[in-house]
């Protein structure tokens, strides 16, 4: 039995609920912003109308007004979009129990054996989130999940793609190579340069060849390009945590190494609080760099001990930050916004293992402290405990200046 794959997408998902929640801005160029004053100015989302002058997800806002003067801007309201996420992801259920998120907006199902058909399931969803939501998705209909993607994609807003095993040869290959997914900016030039530049020259290309040039990745693009991807819809696969990160665009540029060893403790804080809810541990850091002129450098480090408290991660982080920097003080241009994420989670109760050079009884006091840490800023809010490290400069942490002064310091 062949299999009946959907993935629904919706279309501009944020504008379009803004657009819902504010009629009078429908047709008009609008796009969802972070705050300018917070110095989070980039795009988030746009309308159809807004993407007609060029105005592109994830520029800054000085650009897309360049290209569209008039455009409209409107702060994002985050709650929302995940109420409507779940309405949306209970309707599927109502047609399949194998759903697997993909991001807030969108969505495959596995229709295979269920009495509704690919097509009918898809035409319903389009007529619930039009009728019961008021947005639109599109929805492709295919025999596998990177083709079904692909089909939501190729017709926008508010349509039904279909792609058979028959007929994908046709309709796919001829679009550019980057249009399949997993097939980022990076290797779109790599492949550019073996002048591989659809995915019917992928998909002719020889796998062994990919292999080479890209290692196991490069056969499963020629996989995912020859329509062999058999990848299950897994329901448990957005439970899966693979990464925990946290990033921030302070008020101000960070000038000085101390602003941003301050600012990758406070980073680090709320990250390993995050691991310690979900009872994890890391082997790996990474840190992003951003500076002023967009431009972003990332680095990680794996580590020979599993770590699970804000020390080790901020002082991990930091010297990949001194890697870069090499003295690790700034010397050509300041710091615009840091992300510090941890990945190659492990269960905590695998987790404890200490150098040679380390008490373990002293370990485990620390832990405990981070523990009771925790709980008194569950009850009593972020600001209650700080470590000494970030009241440098509160408001730039995020902190409100006018907050009493935490009774204690760690």
């Not at 979900?278 to 967009?294: A, D, F, G, W």
Request: glycine residues 6%; positive net charge; charged residues 25%.
């Amino acid at each position: 039995m062949e299999r009946i794959i959907l993935h629904s997408d919706c279309n501009s998902f944020y504008a379009s609920v803004e657009c819902r929640n504010h009629p009078e801005l429908k047709g008009k160029p609008v796009a969802v912003a972070g705050s300018v004053e917070d110095r989070h100015g980039i795009i988030l989302a746009k309308t159809p109308e807004a993407a007609k002058y060029g105005v592109k997800t994830a520029e800054a806002i000085w650009q897309a007004k360049q290209k569209c003067p008039d455009l409209i801007l409107v702060p994002p309201h985050f709650r929302e979009y995940v109420a409507i996420s779940k309405q949306l992801r209970a309707f599927y259920d109502t047609l399949t129990d194998r759903v697997e998120p993909f991001g807030l907006d969108e969505c495959w199902l596995d229709l295979t054996g269920c009495p509704c058909g690919g097509v009918e399931a898809a035409e319903r969803i389009r007529a619930y989130a039009k009728e019961a939501i008021g947005i639109t998705v599109s929805v492709g209909v295919s025999f596998n999940k990177i083709f079904a993607k692909l089909g939501s994609d190729l017709k926008k807003p508010d349509a039904v793609t279909v792609i058979q095993a028959s007929d994908f040869k046709e309709k796919l290959w001829h679009l550019p190579v980057s249009d399949l997914l997993f097939v980022g900016r990076a290797t779109t030039a790599k492949l550019a340069r073996y002048h591989i530049h659809t995915i019917g020259q992928l998909a002719q290309t020889a796998p062994d060849t990919l292999r080479i040039w890209f290692g196991k990745n490069g056969e499963q693009l020629w996989r995912f390009a020859n329509g062999l991807d058999r990848s299950p819809v897994d329901e448990a696969a957005a439970d899966t945590i693979k990464s925990i990160g946290n990033g921030c665009t302070p008020y101000r540029d960070l000038a000085s190494s101390e602003d941003v060893r301050m600012m990758l403790y406070h980073l680090s804080e709320q990250v390993t609080r995050r691991m310690r809810q979900l009872q994890k541990k890391t082997l790996c850091v990474r840190l992003s760099v951003r500076y002023p002129s967009m431009e972003c450098h990332s680095m990680q480090k794996k580590l020979s001990q599993p770590a699970g408290r804000t020390p080790q991660i901020a002082e991990t982080a930091w010297d990949l930050f001194c890697r870069r920097n090499r003295s690790g003080h700034i010397q050509t241009e300041p710091i615009r916004a840091l992300t510090v994420t941890v990945a190659d989670l492990i269960p905590s109760d695998e987790g404890f293992c200490c150098s040679l050079l380390e008490d373990p009884e002293q370990v485990l006091r620390l832990e405990h402290l981070d523990s009771a840490v925790d709980k008194l800023k569950n009850r009593y809010g972020e600001q209650i405990v700080q470590r000494g490290i970030v009241l440098r400069d509160p408001r730039c942490c995020g902190m409100d200046p006018a907050f009493p002064k935490p009774f204690s310091s760690a």
